[in-house]
């Protein structure tokens, strides 16, 4: 089979006509133009990581920030429930001392008075089921880049 006829299915008729050279030129203007779409599409592909990256970089930081100030507040909201854990400790012992008081008022006097009991969930404040760990990570450690 000759070299004109096996290019003749990739090319027109017309082309079939050209010498070996013409061919081999037209080849070569091929494979060029191939390599330069091939490397446009990666200098694109290159371009589109790129700026997920600056996407994802600035999300990433955004998510830190959100972490640090949920941390925070967290710690906020645990000094806060320690203060008022402190405070029913605090009216705990003042309604104890306070219904000894009516008791013994009571029994000095005679007269019966209706001193309420302290209801127990103010003797056993609410815990919450397992232990309480304290979350020692910061964001950033988390986050690294």
Do not use: C, Y
Request: hydrophobic residues 35%; charged residues 30%; proline residues 7%.
């Amino acid at each position: 089979m000759s070299p004109v006829r096996s290019l003749q299915g990739s090319w027109s008729d017309g082309d079939a006509r050209l010498t070996a050279e013409e061919r081999k030129q037209r080849r070569k203007l091929s494979n060029r133009e191939s390599a330069r779409r091939s490397r446009m599409r990666k200098q694109r592909q290159l371009e589109d990581l790129t700026n997920q990256v600056a996407q994802l970089s600035k999300e990433k930081g955004r998510i830190v920030m959100q972490v640090d100030e949920l941390t925070q507040h967290q710690l906020r909201l645990e000094t806060e429930n320690d203060m008022l854990r402190v405070r029913v400790a605090e009216l705990t012992e003042r309604l104890r001392s306070l219904s000894s008081v009516l008791r013994l008022v009571e029994e000095l006097s005679g007269v019966a008075m209706d001193v309420p009991e302290i209801p127990d969930p103010l003797l056993k404040p609410w815990q919450p089921p397992g232990p309480a760990l304290p979350v020692m990570a910061a964001a950033a450690d988390v986050f690294q880049p």
